[in-house]
Structure formats: C-alpha cells, structure tokens
C-alpha cells in the first residue's frame, strides 16, 4: 500500500508542474490497473479543498467536480468516503463550509443524538437532515 499525498493529487489535476504531473499520472494509471494499491487520508482531501479554493482561486463549483472525480477513483482506499461524498454534495447546494458539512454527516453516522454548535446555519441543517 502506497500513501497519496496531497500535492500527488494537486499536480495530477493542476499541471503546474509537468515533471511532477507526469509522474503523478503514472502512478495513479498503475494503480487503476492494479499493479499498485493506494490509500489516503480525509485530511489530504480537505487539504486539496483548501488548496484549490485559496492558493489557485478556483471556483466552489469547480473544486466540487475535482473533489467529486478524486472520490470516484475507487482504486484509492479512503475511510470515510460515503461520508465525506454526502458533505461534499451538501456543501455544493448549501452556504454550509465543507468541514460543516463534513461533522455534520459524520456525527449522524455515529447516531448523534444531539449536535451542540453556537452556528445557527449549521444547527438549523442538522435538524434539516435528521
């Protein structure tokens, strides 16, 4: 098992950098034919999240699709990934930030009972969703 990180993902969709692209690339195809396994980590998707948003300006709209094609590559093992599909979704339709969403979705997988934040937005879509 091999570990993705962030900036493997950032160069594979971003090309800043073609070296590095064309090795991302790589590595990603090899796994898609499953020569290699890949994992990654939740972090490492908000981090691509954040990335995009702030370092290269790109879209809400935009960092969605990227977000949602990265989840949709199922030869990378990812806990979490209905979860964070379900945020993900929300946080496209709605003002909520994705790490709102994200909580939100993930407490009601644990059977939450209750969902104690002082934002009102957050509070109101939690009993929205219940």
């Known amino acids: 098992m091999i570990f993705i990180d962030t900036n493997y993902f950032l160069r594979l969709l971003v ?17 898609a034919r499953g020569e290699i ?9 908000f981090e691509i999240y ?3 948003s ?4 790109k879209e809400k709209e935009v960092v969605c699709q990227l977000l949602k094609q990265i989840l949709d590559l199922n030869f990378i093992s990812l806990t979490e990934r209905k979860t964070i599909k379900k945020a993900l979704t929300l ?17 009601k997988k ?8 002082f934002d009102l ?10």
Do not use: P
């Open 15 to 31: 090309k800043d950098n073609q070296k590095q692209h064309l090795i991302a690339k790589k590595t990603f195809q090899k796994a």
């Open 37 to 45: 396994k890949l994992f990654t980590s939740l972090i490492v998707i």
């Open 50 to 52: 954040w990335v995009l």
């Open 54 to 57: 702030s370092f290269y300006k």
């Open 91 to 107: 946080h496209q339709k709605t003002s909520l930030d994705l790490e709102d969403s994200y909580n939100l979705f993930y407490s």
């Open 110 to 117: 644990l059977k939450s009972t209750d969902f104690s934040t």
């Open 121 to 130: 937005k957050l509070k109101k879509a939690w009993v929205k969703t219940k």
